[in-house]
């Protein structure tokens, strides 16, 4: 699924979406919100008038239209990219991020697609919707910044997939999402600070490289995300995967901080996959 407000990091999502993810089916999700109309169309609905209940019921009227259209144009997009695609208009009030994580649970989505600024544009802070989205979506959350360098672009369609290691039960659930999601494309585990863990060989029975890294000095989240960012870009990754909570290592370093760190800081696509993504009998 797909949160789509028009805003060019939203297609940029998409496109980049498509290339990870060829051939998927996909709800173009878009939440319809207050004030239920862009500021031209208010300014034009006032226009003229002074009853009150008029002027709200033309808002909600000319607000549903373009609600529908803005949604038709991103289903135009996603099939464009070679996705199946269908709209998913829902009204809402605020908790963007929230909203969407749940939608995305109720269409039992294998992942949860958004553009780095979020929904709302400029008028969003940026990285509210896939921060509070990553906090409290069940499934796993797709992050792609806007815009990308044309290298991390090029690395989309067949590149590598960088996935953060530390032994946890998150990694474990990080790993093994990358291989559903992802299963023609070499693994590359990131064992952060020489983690002495155990790291499989294989995934479904394809081989496994693991690296491991030094994080330096600095705040420890920033730090692993820094060093996650470099393998990937030393490698070409199409994108990087880390689960969202992990055990304290003996580095005293929570995996959870690691997966915001990783959304705030990578320059590349950032898939954030909970301890428990998708319920075993689904």
């Keep these: ?102 939608l995305a649970d109720e269409k039992q989505a294998d992942v949860l697609l958004l553009g780095s600024r979020g929904l709302g544009g400029a008028r969003a802070v940026l990285g509210s919707v896939s921060d509070m989205a990553v906090h409290y979506s069940p499934r796993p959350v797709l992050v792609v910044p806007h815009p990308l360098l044309t290298d991390e672009y090029d690395a989309l369609a067949a590149g590598p997939v960088v996935v953060g290691w530390d032994a946890s039960a998150g990694s474990e659930a990080a790993l093994a999402a990358t291989g559903r999601l992802f299963p023609e494309r070499e693994i590359v585990l990131v064992a952060v600070d020489g983690d002495e863990g155990d790291t499989p060989e294989t995934v479904d029975g394809r081989p496994v490289t693991t690296v491991r890294v030094r994080a330096g000095g600095g705040a420890p989240g920033r730090a692993v995300a820094d060093a996650l960012s470099a393998v990937a870009a030393e490698r070409k990754a199409s994108l990087i995967v880390v689960g969202s909570r992990g055990r304290t290592a003996v580095r005293k370093i929570l995996l959870g901080s690691v997966a915001m760190a990783t959304l705030h800081r990578a320059h590349r696509p950032v898939m954030v996959v909970p301890h428990s993504p998708v319920r075993e009998a689904e």
């Design 1 to 102: 699924m797909v949160g789509y407000d028009g805003s060019p990091a939203a297609s940029a999502a998409i496109e980049a979406g498509a290339l990870l993810i060829p051939g998927a089916h996909a709800w173009i999700g878009h939440l319809w919100t207050p004030p239920f109309a862009s500021e031209e169309l208010r300014k034009r609905l006032w226009t003229g008038t002074r009853d009150i209940n008029m002027f709200v019921e033309a808002i909600e009227r000319e607000g549903a239209r373009e609600a529908h259209r803005m949604t038709s144009v991103g289903v135009m997009l996603a099939r464009a990219a070679g996705w199946d695609a269908e709209p998913l208009v829902c009204r809402s009030y605020g908790g963007e991020g929230l909203r969407l994580a749940e």
